[in-house]
């Protein structure tokens, strides 16, 4: 079972929180809310707010029998239960014991990380959340795919990294997000198509990603324009811990103004490739925190967590052996989705 070092008597461990995006709830994530957040006052307020809109309860599709894999995984489903799930695990950690330096996330995720920084209320984020799950489903035609670029010791090869950019020019496919060692891309679903033939010899083929629009690409302009007529800016306000976007800004709590803030969430952030690679090397060199907080649910993130670590040999960590190391010996980064390291961390 993963320890957590002793600490200097009285200090407070230091941690970076990291909100996941789409594709996080998953078959073993069914029932997440009600194993680690039955009874809160939040879900509750989440499922009234659902109820009057119409909606199914979060309760209920987090504790339906089985796993649906045509309603679960769909944007208005999938984005309240993961907003839920990662905002009630932040909730949860011991702020007895650990001081959050500053929050981002992935794709979606920052959404959650919006309302974990204090930039939004909990009321809001929830509702920005359930919103854009919705909004996300407006869009011209087109998917995504996943690259994984990175070999078995979690490196990228330059040279590969490079033709991978150049396949994707050559038949108009984007880039959509970058997550370490891996590249999602994006665009309509004839270019995805001629991808495959173009690009060099990888560790394995690219995956298409069923039920996800060309997010972050200028063909959601669609998604983007029904978040700026429903969500207001006035909704809008400093964040009460630094915040890291999809490309690495740091927005500071004296130093933030909300319009911009509101611009971005419902400009750059949909239309332009968001950069997680830039926002955990920004976490990390900036802030350089005692432990990376990754919330539930799933822990799909760790991956990409842990490449970008080795990019930057963080700690000394340049290989996927010694990140695995580390993380058994004295686990930098912490998933909140993994019992055994949950426990670690939590009230």
């Known amino acids: 079972m993963e320890t957590l070092r002793v600490v200097v008597e009285g200090r407070k461990e ?6 996941p995006g789409r594709g996080t709830y998953n078959a073993p994530e069914l029932g997440y809310l009600a194993r680690h957040h039955a009874g809160s006052p939040w879900l509750a307020h989440f499922d009234a707010v659902r109820d009057a809109a119409g909606k199914p309860a979060l309760t209920a599709l987090d504790g339906a029998a089985k796993f649906d894999p045509k309603l679960h995984p769909r944007g208005d489903v999938a984005a309240p239960l993961i907003h839920a799930c990662a905002y009630l695990d932040f909730l949860a950690l011991d702020r007895e014991r650990f001081e959050v330096l500053a929050v981002t996330g992935n794709s979606m995720g920052w959404y959650t990380a919006l309302a974990c920084a204090g930039a939004v209320s909990c009321e809001h984020g929830f509702a920005i959340a359930d ?5 996300s489903q407006k869009h011209e035609s087109g998917g995504q795919a996943v690259i994984v670029m990175a070999g078995e010791d979690w490196r990228v ?10 396949a994707c020019a050559r038949v108009g496919v984007l ?11 994006a665009g309509p679903e004839a270019a995805l198509d001629a991808l495959n033939a173009q690009l060099p010899p990888l560790p394995r083929p690219p995956l298409r990603l069923p039920g996800h629009g060309p997010f972050h690409t200028p063909l959601m302009q669609a998604s983007a324009d029904a978040a700026r007529a429903s969500l207001p800016a006035a909704w809008f306000g400093a964040p009460q811990v630094p915040l890291i976007d ?6 500071r709590r004296f130093e933030t103004d909300p319009q911009e803030l509101w ?14 690679t830039a926002a955990m090397t920004v976490a990390l060199r900036e802030f350089a925190p005692d432990r990376v907080v990754l919330l539930g649910p799933g822990e799909t993130l760790g991956g990409a967590i842990g490449q970008t670590m080795i990019a930057q040999r963080w700690l000394d960590i340049d290989s996927k052996y010694v990140f695995s190391l580390r993380q058994e010996e004295d686990p930098f980064l912490v998933a909140m989705g993994r019992e055994a390291q949950r426990r670690l961390i939590t009230i």
Not at 157 to 166: I, L
Not at 263 to 276: C, K, N, R, S, V
């Open 175 to 185: 880039p959509s997000i970058r997550l370490g060692g891996m590249l999602v891309v």
């Open 131 to 135: 919103a854009m799950g919705l909004n």
């Open 263 to 276: 611009d971005y969430t419902f400009g750059h952030q949909i239309l332009a490739p968001y950069d997680f």
């Open 246 to 251: 999809g490309r690495g800004k740091v927005w």
């Open 14 to 19: 230091t941690v970076v929180v990291v909100c």
């Open 157 to 166: 090869d330059p040279a590969t990294e490079r033709a991978v950019e150049a």
